[in-house]
């Protein structure tokens, strides 16, 4: 290869790295926490650890828990559809770098509740953990983004 044609090939290599560039998004989400009925084990049978029966769930294997469900948008009224594989996971937030995250959380359950993300840059009034910053305590009825 002679060095014209590897500097014609270094040129597309930019031109493709400098249109290829990163351009940050704005993704929003809207999700809501809500009280439900979830079956750890709706087939009836342990399908994890069969050899050690159903008694791992207790007595029952129907139990209230809260779950964070994903929502089209701002009416909270259509749920984004979840793989069936997620079980009872809430959803999965998906950016890449230099994007920015916007959750629209909504309590919907009966206790206050929050949502405190891993893996991203945050401030404290994002954090929703530790009773730190209003993001933290969403009181029933009440949204945070
Ligand atoms: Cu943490």
């Given at each position: 290869m002679n060095t014209t044609c590897i500097k014609l090939l270094r040129l597309l290599l930019l031109t493709i790295m400098a249109t290829g560039t990163v351009h940050a998004e704005i993704r929003e989400y809207w999700v809501a926490a809500?009280?439900?009925s979830w079956n750890y084990a709706p087939t009836g049978k342990n399908l994890i650890r069969p050899d050690m029966g159903m008694g791992v769930?207790?007595?029952?294997?129907?139990?209230?828990?809260?779950?964070?469900?994903?929502?089209?948008?701002e009416t909270f009224n259509k749920r984004t559809p979840q793989p069936e594989?997620?079980?009872?996971?809430?959803?999965q937030i998906r950016a890449v770098e230099g994007d920015t995250i916007k959750?629209?959380?909504?309590?919907?359950?009966?206790?206050?509740?929050?949502?405190?993300?891993?893996?991203?840059?945050?401030?404290?009034?994002?954090?929703?953990?530790?009773m730190k910053g209003?993001?933290?305590?969403?009181?029933?009825?009440?949204?945070?983004?």
């Open positions: 809500e009280k439900v769930w207790g007595h029952q294997l129907t139990y209230k828990k809260y779950r964070y469900i994903q929502y089209t948008d594989w997620m079980g009872i996971l809430g959803p959750v629209h959380f909504l309590n919907r359950a009966d206790k206050p509740l929050s949502m405190h993300p891993h893996g991203v840059m945050y401030n404290e009034q994002n954090e929703g953990a530790d209003p993001g933290a305590f969403v009181k029933p009825g009440q949204s945070f983004t």
